[in-house]
């Protein structure tokens, strides 16, 4: 395992496992840390140090890694009885207006927390599992359910802020045609399309409180 996992400058900078599964092994932050050098396997000296520093890893992390794996496959082994049993009912998570949530994200490895850090407000529940989400600057987006999982935070404070929105990159004002200017730009909350603050007419200086529609959606 020390051997596959290694990065080796032979193989162009990358293991032997990536070579064979075209993907990099799923281990743990403080491990690929450890295991992350690029080595050159033709140096004695290297070689040796490598071998030494991977016995010592694997010697302090395997133990607690197979205790980890017979946990996981006795849990496996009682769901596995539970549901063919006729006794297993999924859990039924339900959001109301005004929950605050976090929106789950795809993890590096299966090691790896995978519930985003942004907090989102419940804004709106939607047939079929659907939330409609808000965030502090009053962007809104749709997600199902199975990608939300509670937030029990105390102190979540839920004041608006529409200057905190980023306009998406490569957006164009409706009006002069530029993309420039990202920060002077508005974004019509009904259409989505994007307003230089100064090509309006009459110029608006101060970002506007709450949702804005532009003046195309206003007529």
């Known amino acids: 395992m020390g051997y596959r996992f290694t990065r080796q400058a032979s193989l162009a900078s990358f293991s032997p496992y990536f070579l064979l599964y075209g993907r990099d092994p799923?281990?743990?932050?403080s491990i690929r840390r450890e295991s992350s050098e690029?080595?050159?396997?033709?140096?004695?000296n290297m070689w040796v140090r490598v071998c030494s520093q991977r016995a010592k890893l694997f010697r302090r992390v395997m133990p607690a890694a197979f205790e980890n794996l017979a946990i996981a496959q006795h849990r496996d082994t009682l769901r596995y009885a539970t549901?063919?049993?006729g006794d297993y009912r999924p859990s039924i998570l339900r959001f109301h207006v005004g929950d605050y949530v976090y929106l789950q994200q795809t993890a590096p490895t299966t090691l790896d927390v995978t519930a985003g850090r942004t907090i989102l407000?419940?804004?709106?529940v939607l047939p079929y599992g659907v939330l409609l989400l808000e965030g502090r600057d009053g962007?809104?987006?749709?997600d199902h359910v199975r990608n939300c999982a509670p937030c029990h935070l105390p102190n979540v404070d839920g004041t608006m802020d529409p200057s905190l929105a980023i306009v998406r990159a490569g957006l164009?004002?409706?009006?002069?045609g530029s993309a420039g200017q990202a920060a002077r730009m508005l974004v019509c909350d009904r259409c989505s399309r994007g307003w230089h603050m100064s090509c309006l007419t009459p110029p608006i200086n101060v970002i506007p409180a709450g949702r804005w529609v532009c003046p195309r959606c206003t007529s």
């Open 121 to 124: 407000r419940v804004r709106e």
């Open 172 to 176: 164009r004002c409706m009006l002069c």
């Open 38 to 44: 690029v080595v050159n396997l033709d140096d004695p």
């Open 26 to 29: 799923d281990l743990p932050t």
């Open 139 to 142: 962007v809104v987006w749709k």
């Open 83 to 85: 549901i063919r049993g």
